[in-house]
């Protein structure tokens, strides 16, 4: 699909992507657009060799994809200055190498904060009401009758929220454990400042009049706390959220010893990268733990799950959707295109990791 095709500059785009405002901009700034319409899922190093072709100003790309030496040299040789990814995780793309060839890297923060952290709390709220085993039960026409014992899950309120990785999403979903649910809340993150310390202490008045609020309507207050190790948050959490980036110091962050760790009856939630938790480890303990309970959007081997997992019903699955609301797939393709273009045409870049 080709839009502007007397424009000046060419930029790629690997996939369809929401909305028509990020064409509009690439169109309206000199730039013929080309939207990759092959069928298949994933594509290929090849695949995105023949994209790029002889002349190619920008790409932008998705996680799906091998962004390393092989791509970030074609594209210098096709004249390419810009690569943005449209995700705020880059973890398939090696910044060292695009900065080898010259080429500038973008991703797309901020506008999929909500939405993930959304996510995250909707998968805590399943897993904790056992919602998706309760459906199941519904439309397998098991349902005979209301019983005291029928579906008994755990109530958030009061309890302890755990959150690993305390950067914006983290931050944005601890928010809403505490405000929206009355949880308590540990945090840990490898980072001395977090951003979730700032949004703790700039929004220290609020979260203090809430508690005064508690106090007045006979209700403990909530309470929350920077853990000093990550095991503080395994052992103490009764919920607990990753929120890391994926680099080498992340990769099987949750392993069978810091399972191991955890409350019999915890609840894992995952929305960030499948490989900060060793899944094989993860299916061992769900299956040897069955009040232990997990939600997961990403997976190991995306888009393959471990063996085993797809039979746990401790264990709800959705195929890496944290970032799927309409607004903010148009937001993340708007910016990976201004990334792009920013580059190009010398503008500022709108969010560069290396920076
Ligand atoms: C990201 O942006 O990194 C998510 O995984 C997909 O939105």
């Known amino acids: 699909e080709v839009w502007n095709p007397n424009g000046k500059y060419r930029v790629v785009s690997t996939k369809s992507m929401p909305g028509t405002r990020w064409i509009n901009l690439l169109v309206q700034q000199d730039c013929r657009v080309e939207i990759c319409t092959e069928k298949k899922t994933i594509l290929s190093v090849e695949d995105i060799i023949a994209l790029i072709g002889n002349k190619c100003d920008g790409v932008i790309g998705q996680l799906t994809e091998d962004w390393g030496d092989t791509l970030f040299s074609a594209l210098s040789k096709a004249g390419g200055k810009a690569f943005s990814n449209m995700a705020v995780g880059y973890n398939n793309v090696d910044v060292d190498a695009a900065n080898k060839y010259g080429v500038a890297v973008g991703n797309t923060p901020g ?135 994926l680099d080498k110091t992340t990769y099987h962050l949750i392993n069978k010893e810091r399972l191991s760790k955890m409350k019999k009856e915890a609840i894992l939630i995952n929305c960030s990268r499948g490989p900060v938790v060793d899944e094989e480890a993860l299916v061992e303990h769900l299956r040897q733990n069955p009040m232990f309970r997990v939600g997961l959007d990403v997976f190991e081997d995306e888009p393959y799950m471990k063996p085993g997992l797809a039979d746990m019903k401790n264990a709800i699955v959705v195929p890496h959707i944290a970032s799927a609301s309409k607004w903010t797939r148009e937001g993340m393709a708007t910016l990976a295109a201004l990334n792009v273009l920013g580059k190009i045409k010398g503008y500022p870049t709108w969010s560069n990791p290396n920076a």
């Open 111 to 245: 506008v999929l904060t909500e939405t993930t952290a959304e996510l995250a709390a909707s998968l805590s709220l399943a897993a904790s009401r056992r919602i998706v085993e309760a459906d199941g039960f519904m439309r397998a026409g098991l349902y005979d009758g209301w019983l005291p014992h029928l579906f008994v899950g755990n109530l958030l309120k009061g309890q302890t929220v755990g959150v690993i990785g305390a950067g914006r999403i983290g931050s944005a979903y601890a928010r809403m454990m505490i405000e929206g649910f009355k949880m308590n809340l540990i945090y840990y993150d490898l980072y001395q400042a977090t951003r979730l310390e700032k949004f703790v202490t700039g929004m220290s008045d609020s979260i203090f009049s809430y508690g005064q609020f508690l106090k007045a309507s006979g209700e403990e207050p909530v309470t929350w706390k920077r853990a000093s190790s990550m095991d503080e948050v395994l052992q103490v959490a009764d919920v607990i959220s990753l929120h890391p980036i």
